[in-house]
């Protein structure tokens, strides 16, 4: 009877063995192939995405010490209808710089042609502004901008104005509602009054608008130079250099 419940106990103890075994080849075999696939998985994302850096004043630079912010392009969906996430983030906190979609994983001659909201943040985390763009890439509805505060800072309308005749896609044009100062005083309305549009390369223009039109004496600020141009209904009269910076 011993001998009997003895040998049981062997056999038992040996299938358990074979059991063991086959569940540690198991585990060892889903392990592998888990990490194969990771592995996979990250050269596919390191492959597929586009990561740039960039200075203070926008130029590219090779690594994230010497950028100021880097951007990263994210291809999302299919093939057939695929979209590119343009996703910046400021170099030195890693927190987000602007969000935006793009059919184009490249940008163009006028900047991205973006699709859907577009969103700008500053360093503190407030957002900067917001834009909209339909399937064309053609500015929509309305654009709001702020300042660092929080508080708005301009809001434009976007009004159609003619059909493009190479694409067949509509033509918009801004139209200026609001502009404020930092404490909230109105400097213009409904496309009449003082405005001054800053971009992010640093360039900035300033002057009057008349029924959301140019008018009057406007001024420029671009890479080092100041410009003065005149306009009468919109349409520029005349232009100068007031100042230019040299380099030694």
């Known amino acids: ?48 995405t586009i990561v740039n850096y960039f200075d203070k004043s926008g130029n590219s630079v090779k690594t994230k010490l010497a950028s100021s912010s880097y951007q990263c392009i994210v291809p999302v969906g299919d093939e057939a209808n695929r979209f590119f996430n343009i996703v910046s983030f400021y170099s030195d906190t890693d927190s987000i710089k602007s969000f935006a979609y793009s059919r184009d994983s490249t940008v163009g001659f006028f900047g991205w042609k973006y699709v859907g909201e577009s969103t700008v943040y500053y360093p503190n985390g407030q957002l900067k502004s917001l834009e909209k763009f339909d399937a064309d890439g053609v500015p929509m509805d309305s654009s709001y901008y702020y300042y660092p505060t929080g508080k708005l800072k301009m809001l434009v309308t976007h009004i159609d104005t003619a059909q493009n005749p190479f694409t067949g896609s509509r033509m918009t044009k801004p139209y200026h509602l609001l502009y404020m100062d930092s404490l909230g005083n109105y400097l213009l309305k409904r496309g009449t009054g003082f405005l001054q549009l800053d971009y992010s390369d640093g360039t900035y223009i300033e002057g009057e608008l008349k029924d959301n039109e140019r008018e009057g004496k406007w001024e420029v600020w671009n890479m080092g130079s100041r410009y003065e141009e005149q306009y009468l209904g919109g349409v520029l009269q005349s232009g100068k250099t007031l100042s230019q910076v040299t380099s030694q």
């Open 1 to 48: 009877m011993e001998k009997a419940a003895f040998s049981s106990l062997l056999t038992l103890l040996y299938f358990m063995k074979g059991s063991i075994f086959v569940l540690i080849v198991l585990v060892f075999i889903g392990a592998h192939t888990e990490g194969f696939s990771s592995k996979a998985r990250g050269e596919v994302f390191i492959k597929d």
